[in-house]
Each structure stands twice: as C-alpha cells, then as structure tokens.
C-alpha cells in the first residue's frame, strides 16, 4: 500500500499526521479521514483529508 505524503494546500509544506479529534472519530463513521498539521511553523494549518477505502482490503 503506496501513501503519498500530503502537502500543504495553503504553503506547500510537509503535512504531519496527528492524532484525531473526537469529531473527526464522529465523522469516521461516515467517512475515514485522517488529520493532518503543517509542518510550518507561521503556517501550522490543520486539515482533514479524506481516506478512500482501497479495494484490496475489503472482504
Ligand atoms: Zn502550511
């Protein structure tokens, strides 16, 4: 399983995963997302992206 490092839409930095809000735990009901923190300091952006279900590992 191949994951491509996610950039910062808003300055183009290293996005860090970070540990999930309980909205987000909430939301992952409905869809998987993971939650995401620039790695730039005078950006800091947080942000969820959506995680598409991979085929492979459905049963
Ligand atoms: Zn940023």
Redesign the pocket.
Known sequence: MTESIQR?P????Y?ERIRRHRIDRLLSLFVKVRRYQ???VL???EGVVRVHDSLHNKR
């Open positions: 910062c808003q300055c183009g930095g996005l620039c790695q730039n950006c800091q952006r």
